[in-house]
Nanobody, 125 residues
Framework: QVQLVESGGGFVQAGDSVRLSCAAS????????PGWFRQPPGKEREFVAV????????LYADSVKGRFTISRDDAKNTVYLQMNSLKPEDTARYFC??????????????????WGKGTQVIVSS
């Protein structure tokens, strides 16, 4: 079974940048689209970003558009989430996941999986 392992979280100040990494144990990213979700304290898991497919650009939540960038390194079998201009409201546990090509465009957590265990990001004001 493929495992996804996130890293790179931590405690940062508002305005800082952080890059999250997601390493896969298998070649799952060859046949699916990687994505990121987050779960703020006391709230439900929410969509953050998913890689684009064919001629489509990556999709981002409105709250992170222009600040976050999803990318991948196929040689390392790793996906990244570059987060710039962080705000306190970005505080959450961030999860790496994937979705099938046929479900590209969906932002529903139920259309994604498997999931990593997440990495915590805390943004202080």
């Amino acid at each position: 079974q493929v495992q996804l392992v996130e890293s790179g979280g931590g405690f940062v100040q508002a305005g800082d940048s952080v890059r999250l990494s997601c390493a896969a144990s298998g070649r799952i990213f060859d046949d699916s689209l990687p994505g990121w979700f987050r779960q703020p304290p006391g709230k439900e898991r929410e969509f953050v970003a998913v890689e684009g497919w064919r001629d489509s650009s990556p999709l981002y939540a409105d709250s992170v558009k222009g600040r976050f960038t999803i990318s991948r390194d196929d040689a390392k079998n790793t996906v990244y989430l570059q987060m710039n201009s962080l705000k306190p409201e970005d505080t959450a546990r961030y999860f790496c996941t994937t979705t099938s090509f046929s479900k590209f465009g969906s932002r529903a957590a139920g259309d994604f999986g498997p999931w990593g265990k997440g990495t915590q990001v805390i943004v202080s004001s």
